[in-house]
């Protein structure tokens, strides 16, 4: 049989090890995927760390996957064909259409509950398998690496803010300007927002102008609240750091009827409740959104120019990429380049 180089977690917390597989046959209902790219997103620690109880292992992470499709299953739509590149996130299986999906309750699709990376091998190999519902068609003038932050990062940032009520002309603020904010910032600049940048360090500030930012906060010197309410208060402010005080931190900055749109996870943070109820304010989680959100997210960057700011890495140096991410010592998105 063919055979194929793979980056496999053996059990639970255990190493990321470089192994030879048999090149995966596609099922009657799915498609097989050559890789060419794959991004390395920090919830792929929920694979290498074990944070599902529900992972079997040996399982091959990698849910940002850019690739074309090199063989269908006889009972796939015939809109998928061999030739295609495509993109797969996150959702590895989710509809988009039934019920579930339209209430954000993706874990109980009626369609499926793969998730690409962590119920089913994902990307970081040569070949893998995904169900036709959890692809998305990639535009041409994107190429594999810049594509692949897309599926997750992209569609996260990118869904999060039109679902967020801003309007153009309207205050959005970004906390952090890292592998979420980066995105974000350029999102909601071609949305037709009013972007305000909020970081930690004034070195920041050229390239959030650069992304887009109209504003720039360094919350290190400046109050941030006091910024924000000297522009009438942010319709949204989209936290994509991962520190609570950061976020509680900005949280008087909202406008009357304003969000907090969270899309960095932290176990938990205060409120002023008063302040909320009196202002009709709130504060949302976001989950990253199904392969039809993808598509939009592929087709809005190419028409609008977003681009992801990317580190690109071998398949047999994945060691060093994922090193590279997790002590975010990568100032944006780190990408494998399977083609590499």
Not at 95 to 104: A, E, M
Not at 169 to 180: M, R
Not at 181 to 192: D, F, S, W
Not at 212 to 224: E, F, R, S
């Amino acid at each position: 049989m063919p055979k194929m180089r793979a980056v496999q977690v053996p059990r639970q917390g255990g190493p990321l090890e470089i192994v030879e597989r048999e090149i995966p046959e596609p099922g009657p209902a799915f498609v097989r995927i050559k890789v060419q790219a794959c991004g390395i997103c920090h919830s792929d620690t929920v694979t290498k760390d074990g944070l599902f109880p529900f992972i079997q292992y040996p399982r091959v992470p990698g849910h940002e996957v850019i690739g074309v499709i090199d063989a269908v299953g006889p009972n796939v739509p015939p809109r998928w064909k061999a030739g295609q590149r495509v993109g797969v996130g996150w959702n590895g299986g989710f509809c988009g259409y039934c019920d579930s999906c339209r209430r954000g309750d993706f874990f109980t699709c009626q369609t499926s509950t793969d998730i690409t990376g962590v119920t089913r091998d994902g990307g970081y190999a040569e070949y893998m398998l995904a169900s036709p519902s959890a692809l998305a068609l990639v535009p041409e003038d994107l190429s594999s690496v810049e594509a692949a932050p897309l599926m997750c990062a992209g569609v996260t940032t990118f869904n999060c803010l039109r679902n967020s009520g801003a309007k153009p002309g309207e205050v959005v603020a970004v906390v952090g300007i890292g592998g979420l904010g980066h995105l974000a910032v350029q999102y909601a600049a071609k949305m037709g927002c009013k972007v305000v940048a909020i970081a930690r360090s004034k070195e920041d500030e050229p390239l959030a102008r650069q992304l887009g930012a109209q504003y720039y906060i360094d919350n290190k010197t400046q109050d941030p609240v006091a910024e924000l309410q000297k522009l009438g208060g942010a319709k949204v402010i989209l936290a994509t750091v991962t520190s609570a005080d950061a976020m509680k931190a900005v949280l008087g900055g909202l406008s009357v009827h304003g969000t907090l749109m969270i899309v960095g996870a932290v176990a938990a943070f205060e409120i002023n409740s008063l302040q909320m109820l009196l202002q009709n304010q709130s504060v949302t989680g976001w989950y990253s959104g199904t392969s039809i959100d993808s598509q939009d997210t592929l087709d809005f960057s190419v028409l609008s120019g977003v681009r992801s700011m990317n580190e690109s890495y071998p398949l047999d140096r994945v060691a060093e990429a994922y090193e590279q991410m997790l002590s975010g010592k990568a100032r944006f998105r780190v990408v494998l380049d399977i083609a590499k």
